[in-house]
């Protein structure tokens, strides 16, 4: 939902990739170090100390935008370099959620805080699978894409409303790949 403001800010978004890339950040160090945030929010949440673990997790969203930004301003964008951005958003992506779930949740709850993970995996592989089909930017659409879960989880860990923010993370992302498949569907019938 948020990306379709991206081409609003544009300039915004290159003139971050300008300033990382001039501080000799490369895209992949920038993918990597995004993959370390989400390691220690992961600790953190497993330690109890939410409030850094929160901050570590925005870091994490931070290092998501910048490794992009940082890639096309500088002209480094490769097929590797997109193929780790999203393997290291998915392990994140795992990282966060089971980092904040372990020490909140019980029961019932676990289910619902795996079925967060899965919904996430689920709306990112319906625009890796369209892509692989040959329909490559034509599925960046649906109400909640890698920049609104990041929020989620911030104000649910922020919030301590872990089993809300997961529930609430579940359905909206499930209804982003009901909206994914349904948008695939309408591209191919008008190609």
Request: with cysteine; glycine share 8%; aromatic share 14%.
């Amino acid at each position: 939902m948020l990306t379709r403001f991206k081409d609003k800010f544009e300039w915004l978004y290159l003139l971050l990739g300008e300033k990382i890339s001039g501080l000799g950040f490369t895209p992949n160090l920038l993918s990597f170090l995004g993959l370390f945030s989400a390691v220690l929010s992961f600790y953190l949440f497993i330690v109890d100390f939410f409030s850094a673990a929160s901050l570590f997790l925005l870091l994490n969203g931070f290092f998501d935008l910048a490794d992009g930004a940082a890639a096309r301003f500088s002209g480094r964008a490769s097929v590797f370099g997109g193929v780790l951005d999203s393997t290291v958003d998915r392990v994140s992506d795992f990282l966060l959620i089971t980092g904040l779930a372990f020490n909140e949740l019980r029961g019932v709850a676990v289910i619902v805080a795996f079925t967060a993970i899965h919904s996430c995996l689920m709306v990112s592989y319906v625009r890796a699978r369209a892509e692989a089909e040959g329909l490559k930017g034509r599925v960046s659409v649906g109400l909640v894409e890698r920049p609104e879960r990041l929020i989620i989880l911030f104000f649910s860990a922020l919030s301590r409303h872990v089993f809300a923010g997961l529930l609430l993370l579940s359905v909206l992302s499930y209804f982003t790949v009901i909206q994914r498949v349904i948008h695939v569907k309408r591209v191919v019938k008008n190609l």
